[in-house]
């Protein structure tokens, strides 16, 4: 079993639908959970973080974390054809910089 | 603030060459992570030096192998490359344990 799982999709909306994308993770230490975006051919943009439980919001963007059930989601509301991406969700193992990603979804925002 | 900068963007190297790739950290950011990322097995966690040394190391061969210079900009090295090293190779810097900024990446292919 993989530390972090995340259904690689595709996903593909309308313009201004609500998305949700998850992961589940293994290890009840993790505290971190971390989301990043990527572009094709570019590297990975840190979106946000939240640290152990609870919600954090930026902007359009939401990411939630249920330690109870190992849990982590990002929410994107009025979702715009710029948000097409990879999104990629990301915990920090034992020694914090050796993060574990999940397998990335793709997204696509249609107009 | 300039980003996380990569050299060479693209490279074509043969089977049992060795190749070195470069990266140069944000300003102040002393912690540079490596990973390499490919369709199959996603991103994964390569190596991370701090302050010239090695702190973590992913699972690897050893064929994979890195340094860290004073200025923090890092190389890694790659010897007797195989078919299966053709990858996007990305280098991440960070202030913090845990927020990690990437480059754009070297895209490696391996003939």
């Known amino acids: 079993q993989k530390e972090v799982e995340q259904d690689p999709g595709p996903l593909s909306v309308p313009e201004g639908a609500i998305v949700s994308l998850n992961c589940t993770y293994s290890?009840?230490?993790?505290?971190?959970f971390m989301w990043y975006r990527q572009y094709s051919r570019k590297g990975p943009e840190l979106l946000m973080y939240t640290y152990s439980s609870g919600n954090k919001e930026d902007g359009r963007f939401t990411a939630q974390v249920d330690k109870s059930s190992k849990y982590i989601s990002l929410f994107i509301r009025d979702s715009q054809p710029s948000d097409s991406a990879t999104y990629l969700c990301a915990i920090p193992g034992y020694n914090n910089n050796d993060m574990r990603f999940g397998a990335g979804t793709r997204l696509t925002v249609k107009p | 603030k300039a980003g996380v900068t990569q050299t060479p963007r693209y490279l074509i190297k043969t089977r049992g060459q060795q190749v070195t790739l470069s990266c140069s950290p944000i300003s102040g950011h002393r912690s540079v992570s490596w990973y390499q990322q490919t369709p199959g097995q996603g991103l994964q966690f390569l190596f991370e030096y701090f302050s010239e040394t090695q702190r973590n190391k992913g699972n690897f061969p050893g064929r994979f192998s890195g340094r860290q210079f004073s200025n923090s900009r890092s190389e890694m090295n790659v010897s007797t490359l195989e078919l299966g090293d053709s990858a996007l190779y990305l280098c991440?810097?960070?202030?913090?344990?845990?927020?990690?900024?990437f480059g754009p990446g070297t895209r490696l292919t391996v003939t």
């Open positions: 991440a810097s960070s202030f913090t344990s845990y927020e990690q900024y």
């Open positions: 290890n009840s230490a993790f505290q971190y």
